[in-house]
C-alpha cells in the first residue's frame, strides 16, 4: 500500500516534543497544513523552527508526538514521506563550479527523471534564469543562487516542500524574486511550509501563520485572524510613510538592476 492519502491536511502535525539534553525544544507543537496552501511557522533565534522541519523531512526523530506528511506518518513511513517532500535548507545546495543548468541536470539525474535536459531548461524559464543558465551559479547574485536552490527542490514534482528560511541574507529585491517564486509554487498545488524570523515575510506569503514560541505554537491564523489578536487599531491623522523597503525598491526599481551606483554615502565617517 503506498498510495498518499489525499484526504485530510497535506501536514499534521500532533504533540511533538524534542529535547536536546537537557534544552526542551519543541514542548507539545500541534498545527495542521491544507493541501496547496503555504504555511508560514514564525519564531526567533532558537525557538525550534528548523528542529520542526527536520523532523518532518524525517532527518531527526521526535521523542514524542506524531507527524504525518502527504498521509504519511514520519514515524512508520519515512521512505514515503522522503519520496513526498523536498527540503530547502537555510544554506544553499547549489554547487558554484557548476552552471545553473549543470546543477538542474544533475539533481534531475540523481532522480532518474526522463529528459533531464528539458526538465532543467523549463525549470531555467520558469525561475527566470534561462539567460544566466550557462554560467556558473558561483556568478550569480544571492536572489537567483536562492531561485535556482528553489528549483533544485523542485525536481520530481514533490506536492510538499519545506523552505527553511528562503530568504535568509537576500536584499529586497532578492527577497521579493523568492516570494514571487513562492507564491507561483502554491497557485500550482505544492503546499508549502516555510520558516521565517520576519513577520513581513509571513504577511506576504502565507495564507496561515504559526507562530513558535517556547517550544509551543502561541497563534496559529490568517493574518487577519491574527491581527485581530491585537487590541483594534488607532485611527491616526498623518500621511503613512513607505517603508525603508518600498524606498529602496522605489530607487533601485524592481527590474533585475543589480548594481547601484549611487555611491555618494560611501564615505567612511569611522
Ligand atoms: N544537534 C543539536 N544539539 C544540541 N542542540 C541543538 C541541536 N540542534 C539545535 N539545537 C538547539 O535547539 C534550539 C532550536 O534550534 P533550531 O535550529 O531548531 O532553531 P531555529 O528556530 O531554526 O533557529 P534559527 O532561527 O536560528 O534558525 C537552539 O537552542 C539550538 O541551539
Ligand atoms: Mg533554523
Redesign the pocket.
Known amino acids: 500500500m503506498t498510495a498518499e492519502s489525499t484526504a485530510g491536511p497535506a501536514i499534521r502535525v500532533q504533540g511533538l516534543e524534542k529535547a ?2 537537557e ?1 526542551e ?1 519543541l514542548r507539545g507543537v500541534d498545527f495542521d497544513v491544507a493541501r496547496g496552501s503555504i504555511f508560514a511557522l514564525l ?12 523532523i518532518l523531512a524525517t532527518l ?1 526523530k521526535a521523542d514524542a508526538g506524531t507527524a504525518v506528511v502527504n498521509g504519511f506518518d514520519v514515524a512508520t513511513r519515512p521512505a514515503n514521506v522522503r519520496e513526498s517532500i523536498s527540503l530547502t535548507g ?1 544554506f544553499a545546495a547549489v554547487d558554484g563550479v557548476l552552471s545553473g543548468r549543470e546543477n538542474l541536470v544533475l539533481v534531475a539525474r540523481l532522480r532518474h527523471l526522463k529528459a533531464p535536459g528539458a526538465v532543467a531548461d523549463d525549470l531555467l524559464r520558469r525561475f527566470s534564469l534561462a539567460d544566466a543558465a550557462t554560467r556558473r551559479a558561483s556568478t550569480y547574485s544571492g536572489g537567483m543562487r536562492r531561485r535556482l536552490d528553489i528549483a533544485m527542490s523542485l525536481l520530481g514534482d514533490p506536492p510538499v516542500i519545506f523552505l ?2 528562503p530568504t ?1 541574507g537576500l536584499d529586497p529585491e532578492g527577497r521579493m524574486e523568492v516570494w514571487q517564486t513562492v507564491k507561483e509554487l502554491a497557485g500550482h498545488g505544492t503546499t508549502v511550509l516555510l ?1 521565517t ?1 520576519h513577520l513581513d515575510e509571513a504577511e506576504q506569503l502565507a495564507d496561515r501563520i504559526a507562530i ?1 514560541h517556547q517550544g509551543r505554537i502561541i497563534a496559529n491564523g490568517t493574518l487577519a485572524e491574527l491581527k485581530r489578536l491585537l487590541p483594534p487599531a488607532k485611527a491616526e491623522y498623518v500621511e503613512k510613510q513607505p517603508t525603508l523597503e518600498e524606498v529602496f525598491l522605489a530607487i533601485v526599481g524592481n527590474d533585475h538592476i543589480r548594481h547601484v551606483t549611487g555611491t555618494s554615502n560611501q564615505g567612511n565617517h569611522g
Open positions: 536536546y539534553g534544552l525544544v519564531g526567533s533565534n532558537g525557538s525550534g523552527k528548523t528542529t520542526t522541519i527536520r531527526l537555510q527553511d528560511e535568509a520558516t524570523q513558535l
